[in-house]
């Protein structure tokens, strides 16, 4: 190939990303006519629920910090986030503030998109300050991001359905198990889950995998066929089996929210959702812990600064990270979503006994349900395939939970081979 | 040249020459060069459209497929080396054949019952009866459907719970227990098929109707009044007739559906358990959920090669019917 070829390319693949991302965001990459520095922020979140005020606040709040610098936070839908942003990547047209479900990151990072954040954390309490699980932003010792959300699963409950089976709230996996047999028939179900192929597949078999005492991986071993991991394919498998057949998650909150499912587990994000339920139904829906010997947990999201940002509009996009990992910023994330916050040096604590209290314990709490090793983080979209394709098997085939369990050790084996 | 009547031989009547014609005369050549160059000039713009729209990302795919090491920048690829590395890796992998497979299987799976439903269509189309006129636009409708959208429609028709499909099986006595069409290994490819078909046929139905309309009328009088009954009309008339229409029809919708995304992503994203997962499905996994570029061109190019392979079995038709 000619050495005038990747000019060429760089003008074609430019210029198709350029129009695309022109017409999502408009002018956003320019300085405006006033010459303020535009930074370009896209989120799942700038729409969504409880987080969409603090974004919006705290955008404002920056603003008006920074005179001469606007942030243009704009919405992308959830289910294509990561995949755009890859093409975008790619294609080398990246936003200056990176918002990634956490999940994410380690593949981002891998591919050498994200900044590494360590001298800029060095000057701050953050990295001190903040939940253990901000292990998971570090590859290579340096921390390319910060964690805005980790969590530990809850239990949520139509309380009325137990009840009208006999059954009190759960509060072992036993206990779920027999519950969710016994309110299942007459077209209301006892447990729901994700039950067509998902990436929620993997979180929800892990959650039930951790939460009994077993694990998928054991730093870079694969640990799909210990006894307490297949204890918990068993309960997993069991529970789901009283579950709608077919359904993703945005459809089991629903069937929740109308009375027609009595559990699921959740991250506290879900709590704010309960308000849309149907006013009958409103009164019976409770949240308590998950009914496991170990709180299940993972990271949700996390903030970063694109590799080869611009060095203003990297230092712009620093400063916002810096805000909105800041106590003030911290207390009214807390308070305005209902969700337990990273930072664990904040003088006010939730009132015990509440709901926040019990959220923000989950999560100091929690086991991650994801893997601890760099190398098993980077491939995470390929073994969340391997492990959804088991939790098929396990929803949907007829083979022992054991047989199923030998596959996925042999593929998991496979995916994380060098 | 020996005369009949005589027996002699005379000479041959002088006839046209055949030495070379005399070219075209300055004047004219200087014309047809104009017309040329001017057949050029309009023809210009489409084939730079078609350079920039087809050749030029078809040379950054190969290329692509060429690149080894990980794919991080689409516009700096200076930093990954040419190998044949890609291409070992796919025809090495026992995954390939599965996904040719089921693609395979999920083609002949549309083609054949939607080329029946079609060809039945067209002949009854093709007939006079009250309210033609009316049912003839309805069903050509799920032509103008747009994939996504029919993929949405029937995500919630087959949908396991409250689906209208288990509701009425169920109301008929054909299922005890609800079926999870789309979520189950054993029945996801045919319900993804299922809707395609729906969407493909109309396509039979207007070449095919087309065809059967351009047949004479006499032929069918002549046969009739010959005694020949209505499938032997079939054989000897209807189908000579529309064969070649039907073998393009067919090559087309083979390499539409081969390479068909938009029904079996939004139903079921290649699952369950890989078992919906055609080249068109895993190749845009490999591409936008495991970054792997050099491995999903590679594999855009064999499914490429396949498709070529399906036009040149049916070339002679196709040439054919367009020459």
Known sequence: MSAAAPTSRRGFLGLAAAVATASLVGCGRQQTGTGDLVLEFPSWQAEEGSFAPWWRELVAAYEQRNPGIRINLYPMPFDSYADQLTIRFAANQRPDILHLPARNAAEFAGRGWLESLQTRLDGTDIVSSWTPLQEEMASDGDHYGVLLLGYGYSLYCNESLLRAAGHPVPRTTDELLAAAEAVTGGGVYGFGATTTQNPDNYTELAAFVVGTGGSLFDGDRVTATTPETIRGLDAYRRAVAQAPRGIQSQQRNELFLTGKIAMLLEGPFFASELEAADERIRPALTVARAPFARTPGGTSNSIHIPEGTDPRRADAAWEFIRLACSPQWQHRYRELTGNPIPRRNLDDEPAAGSELALVQQLADEATSIFPDSEAQRERFGRISDIVAAAAVSLITGREPTTAIADTLQDQLEEAVSP | ?323
């Open chain 2, 1 to 323: 040249m020996t005369s009949p009547a005589t027996g002699t031989t005379t000479a041959d009547p002088p006839g046209p020459s055949t030495g070379p014609a005399p070219g075209p005369r300055p004047l004219q050549r200087r014309a047809q060069r104009r017309r040329r160059l001017f057949a050029y000039g309009t023809l210009a713009p489409t084939l730079l459209v078609v350079a920039v729209l087809m050749a030029y990302p078809l040379y950054v795919a190969l290329d692509l497929s060429l690149r080894g090491g990980q794919i991080s920048d689409l516009l700096d690829l200076s930093g990954n080396p040419y190998t044949l590395g890609n291409y070992a890796e796919v025809l090495s992998s026992s995954g390939l054949l599965a996904d040719v497979v089921r693609s395979v299987v999920y083609t002949l799976g549309v083609v054949v019952p939607a080329f029946a439903i079609g060809l039945g269509l067209a002949l009854l189309l093709n007939r006079a009866f009250p309210g033609r006129r009316i049912i003839r636009p309805l069903v050509l409708l799920p032509w103008a459907v747009p994939g996504v959208v029919v993929a949405a429609a029937f995500s919630w028709m087959l949908d396991s719970s409250y689906g209208v499909v288990n509701y009425l099986l169920r109301t008929v006595g054909l299922i005890d227990e609800n079926v999870a069409w789309l979520a189950d290994s054993r029945t996801a490819l045919a319900a993804v098929i299922v809707p395609t078909v729906w969407k493909y046929y109309p396509f039979f139905t207007l070449i095919l109707l087309a065809q059967l309309q351009s047949i004479p009328a006499e032929l069918y009088e002549a046969a009739r009044v010959d005694g020949a009954s209505p499938v032997r009309q079939f054989r000897h008339i209807t189908w000579p007739a529309i064969a070649g229409a039907s073998t393009l029809a067919v090559v087309i919708t083979a390499i539409g559906v081969f390479r068909e995304f938009d029904f079996i992503f939004p139903l079921t994203g290649g699952g369950p358990n890989e078992a919906t997962q055609t080249l068109a499905v895993r190749i845009y996994t490999e591409a936008f959920q495991y970054f792997e570029m050099g491995t999903a061109t590679a594999l855009g190019i064999v499914t490429m090669a396949i498709c070529g392979f399906f036009l040149l079995a049916g070339g002679r038709s196709i040439r054919r019917e367009f020459s």
